[in-house]
């Protein structure tokens, strides 16, 4: 914990500034206080909000410190922590970031705490050489907070952020862009960051992962970006799951594949199965299936299932390359405006 530069707010109050950096010599006394105070989540549904203080959590006891920086910066009025802001980075690639675990006590908002802290997180992004950072907001008052220090609307509810002198449009292109074969390697819980960036950016698939209940459409406000993996990464921790990510080497994360055994009371050997990879690494796909394929091998599952949108063709046809078939089919399961898209169960016996 180091204490920075306090500030005056608006009230005439002086707001004290720690920054708080994750580590093993943390009090387990005042990561439970800060993750207390941080989780005040209103719009995730429960599990969601689980995973969530579960990765906080252990973040702050420094269980991810050899591989992420998530620093957070903390207000205290009276010695209370009255706000809190922090990012979330991986080590391997700190030019893609998050700006989470936003919050002020409701009795001290209006007072501009947020604004001061989401500016000192900012800036220390971008002092670190931070070019992307995101975050996901349905607040509108938090909205224009957060387009005061340069986030602007990216894809649904969530906003981006590009440092000056990058080039909006052709960003996400050199983020994704295809520079030779990606490698697949078991995902890390410090790969939150990279994994928000492939969740948030568009996508042309409708379902982006079914079991989580992550639909995407141009129609639709994503209504999850970030507790996307800590939720999954619970999961398949709980229950002897794979999490795996395909990886460019310029450690761009294009892929995720999830498998996670069927909790339901004599179907262990049954999995669940979905995946999302970036278009320009298509071709890669069938090497990510296998690796999770191979992760249900060797834990006992026997038959795998995945669920998709008739719609989304290229999906479906990485699936069958797999060796998955479908076994059932569910007319109209997905209302879109004026259309429908039907579900479809696919399932593999070959693992």
Request: aromatic share 10%; hydrophobic share 40%.
């Amino acid at each position: 914990m180091k204490t920075i530069p306090s500030c005056k707010l608006k009230s005439g109050e002086t707001l004290s500034i720690e920054y708080f950096e994750p580590g093993p010599k943390v009090p387990a006394s005042l990561a439970e206080e800060i993750t207390r105070f941080a989780i005040q989540v209103e719009t995730l549904d429960s599990w969601a909000s689980v995973a969530e203080s579960e990765y906080l959590k252990r973040c702050l006891l420094g269980r991810f410190a050899a591989t992420g920086l998530d620093p957070l910066f903390l207000g205290r009025l009276d010695g209370r922590i009255a706000g809190d802001v922090g990012c979330q980075v991986s080590r391997d690639s700190p030019e893609v970031g998050s700006l989470g675990w936003v919050f002020t006590d409701p009795a001290q908002r209006g007072k501009g705490i947020s604004s001061h802290l989401t500016r000192l997180a900012v800036q220390w992004f971008q002092d670190r050489g931070g070019v992307c950072m995101l975050l996901g907001t349905g607040n509108p008052i938090a909205h224009h907070v957060y387009e005061k220090y340069g986030f602007r609307d990216y894809n649904g509810h969530v906003m981006r952020r590009l440092s000056p002198g990058a080039d909006a449009k052709g960003f996400e292109r050199r983020l994704f862009a295809c520079t030779g074969p990606a490698a697949v390697r078991p995902a890390v819980w410090s790969d939150v960051s990279r994994v928000a960036a492939l969740y948030a950016a568009p996508c042309p698939w409708l379902v982006q992962d079914y079991q989580e209940g992550l639909i995407t459409h141009s129609s639709l406000k994503k209504l999850r970006y970030f507790s996307i993996f800590p939720a999954l990464m619970l999961r398949a921790e709980r229950s002897g799951g794979s999490v795996q990510v395909l990886e460019t080497s310029r450690q761009r994360i294009v892929g995720l594949a999830a498998l996670l055994p069927e909790p339901a009371p004599f179907q262990e050997h049954v999995g669940r199965l979905d995946f999302l990879i970036r278009p320009e690494f298509l071709d890669q796909g069938h090497e990510l299936l296998a690796a999770v394929l191979n992760h249900a091998r060797q834990g006992g599952i026997r038959i795998v299932e995945a669920r998709f949108a008739s719609c989304d063709e290229e999906k479906v046809n990485l699936a069958r390359a797999s060796g998955f078939r479908r076994a059932a089919r569910f007319p109209e399961r997905f209302r879109i405006g004026a259309g429908s898209a039907d579900l479809e169960l696919y399932v593999s016996t070959d693992v």
